[in-house]
């Protein structure tokens, strides 16, 4: 994407790659348009290769990062004052990791990120330490001015973004109060890779590598990476942004957590865990809270998500793997989220409806607010002492009762579970209170080899793609669905990319063509 002037209210402002930080040489011919349509021309000294730039404190006008350069973000970075950050194809910026200098950079209500890389030349966030490791650096924070159900930023319809990243400036704080903006865009991530994120700023509360703060739907966010993130990989508190083509690697926490209703949608994603790492506050893939008590604020957290693949700590069901893993997918705290056409494969459990906190999630269930349909669950069922394979579902679809849960809801040791008698088709009169939708068409396999993936568990050279035709597990190639009115929005990818036919298949990855090999040749997968 090339760009030569910035337009705001038919002024012309600053373009500023390097003049807003002291004592910085200039390299390459280089022209900056200075307010009032002033054109200086530098011409650096023959050979001059790129320098590595240092970006600090609050920049409050545009500015272009070229990829000749190496940027290192010190400290808390801030784009404040509705000003734009343009970064080009190939740029690589590095967060500082020591003392004081830990980075971050959080891009303010009314300000902006174009961060629009390519397939082969994706644009890298990552640690400036030598040895790079979980937590060297913050993360990229994006607080927007769309609503969120939350008044922790000092207003009904604000929060503060957790981690430690506001300040005097209320440069932390997102949402658009009582006057949200849910068409709000804060830029562009596309072709983006984060790593090593997750730094904790405050004691026990580490930014995520990518947070999403009341980020509005006119923003883009498509093909992105967050490769060993300390806290959570994808963390939305509020706004209404759709997200394509997301993949988290060995993350600590939770791969995909929804808080604050956020209403987005999202499709084609991956998570692929290290069955060594997980965190003290239990790992996930999904985790999904309407706010931290399970009110009745609004707008009630109701993200959809489609076409996941999350690959959890357990190749087989003799691994054991890290005690801190939980499940695949936690839904609690009056959340109305619905998942659809994905797979969770080899976790310690599969979907856990947890009604202890809050609003009790079967009223959710019950009224059709959340769903789960056209999933399968595969490898998430535990080798129990007297328990038989064959059960492994009592543990892939469970149910948590709590204070103001339902009568006639209960758990499977109560003899029935009535999540499970709903999501795998089978409720009938007595189970479940005997009322509410039916979500059929969820698969529970035993064994994770039975989804037939090509190479799923591999930390060094992952392969997500199903075996295809005779060869291939027929629920994943040929049953998902796109009927259910929460996937009728033009946002869902409904047919093929190389020849209109229908999408059938389920998880992130078609077996074969365009739509296999999205996540190839942008991403990074090391194996530390």
Same mark, same amino acid.
């Given at each position: ?21 002291a004592?910085?040489?200039i ?5 900056i ?69 830990v980075?971050?950079l ?13 397939q082969?030349n ?5 640690s ?22 939350s ?61 999403m703060?009341?980020v ?14 300390? !806290? !959570? ?6 706004g ?17 957590d929804?808080?604050?209703?956020y ?10 865990? !290290? ?16 706010d ?31 005690s ?26 599969g ?9 009790a ?5 019950r ?11 595969a ?5 129990v ?92 190639l ?5 009927? !259910? ?44």
């Open positions: 994407m090339k760009i030569n002037k910035f337009k705001n209210n038919n002024m012309k402002r600053s373009i500023i790659w390097v003049a807003a930080f004592g910085l040489a390299t390459g011919c280089r022209k348009e200075m307010d009032g349509g002033t054109t200086i021309t530098v011409t650096p000294p023959p050979n001059t290769g790129g320098q590595t730039i240092t970006l600090s404190g609050r920049i409050s006008k545009d500015t272009l990062l070229k990829a000749s350069n190496t940027y290192i973000l010190s400290g808390l970075v801030y784009m404040v004052n509705n000003a734009t950050m343009i970064i080009e194809p190939g740029t690589v910026i590095k967060g500082s990791f020591q003392g004081t200098s980075a971050a959080t891009i303010t209500r009314g300000a902006k990120i174009v961060a629009n890389g390519t082969d994706p644009i890298v966030f990552t400036a330490s030598p040895v790079p490791r979980s937590g060297d650096w913050g993360g990229l924070v994006i607080c927007g001015r769309a609503s969120v159900n008044a922790t930023g000092g207003s009904a319809g604000t929060l503060t973004v957790e981690g430690g990243v506001d300040n005097s400036f209320g440069d932390g704080i997102a949402g658009g109060g009582t006057t949200p903006n849910d068409d709000d865009s804060s830029g562009v991530l596309r072709y983006v890779r984060i790593e090593y994120a997750g730094y904790a700023f405050q004691p026990d509360r580490e930014i995520n590598s990518l947070t703060a009341a509005g739907r006119k923003t883009v966010i498509d093909y992105v990476q967050v490769t060993y993130a300390k !806290d !959570d990989a994808f963390e939305w508190f509020g209404t942004v759709n997200c394509k083509h997301l993949i988290a690697y060995k993350t600590q926490d939770d791969d995909f929804t808080d604050n209703g209403s987005g949608n999202v499709q084609f994603g991956i998570a692929l865990r !290290d069955s060594t790492i997980a965190d003290i506050s239990r790992s996930e893939a999904f985790e999904s809270d309407n931290p008590s399970g009110s009745l604020n609004g707008p009630q957290t109701r993200a959809v998500f489609s076409n996941m693949t999350v690959i959890g700590p357990r190749a087989t069901l003799a691994n054991t793997g890290n801190l893993y939980l499940t695949a997918a936690q839904i609690r705290r009056n959340s109305g989220i619905s998942i659809f056409n994905s797979i969770f494969l080899g976790w310690t459990g979907l856990l409806i947890d009604s202890r906190l809050g609003r999630i079967e009223n959710s269930i009224d059709s607010t959340v769903r789960f349909k056209n999933n399968t669950i490898g998430c069922g535990p080798l002492p007297g328990v038989a394979p064959a059960l492994a579902d009592a543990i892939s679809i469970q149910y948590i009762n709590g204070t103001q849960s339902l009568p006639g809801w209960t758990t499977v040791a109560s003899g029935t579970d009535s999540v499970r008698a709903r999501f795998l088709g089978g409720l009938v009169a007595g189970v479940g209170n005997g009322s509410g939708t039916i979500f059929p068409f969820n698969v529970v396999l035993t064994n994770a080899t039975q989804a037939l993936l090509i190479a799923p568990f591999s930390y060094s050279s992952p392969d997500f793609l199903p075996f295809g035709g005779g060869s291939g597990n027929q629920d994943i040929l049953r998902a669905s796109f009927v !259910d009115p929460k996937l009728a929005i033009p946002f869902f990818q409904k047919t093929l990319a190389q020849d209109g036919s229908p999408l059938t298949f389920r998880g992130a990855c078609a077996p074969a063509g365009v739509d296999a090999n999205w996540w190839r040749g942008w991403t990074r997968f090391v194996n530390q």
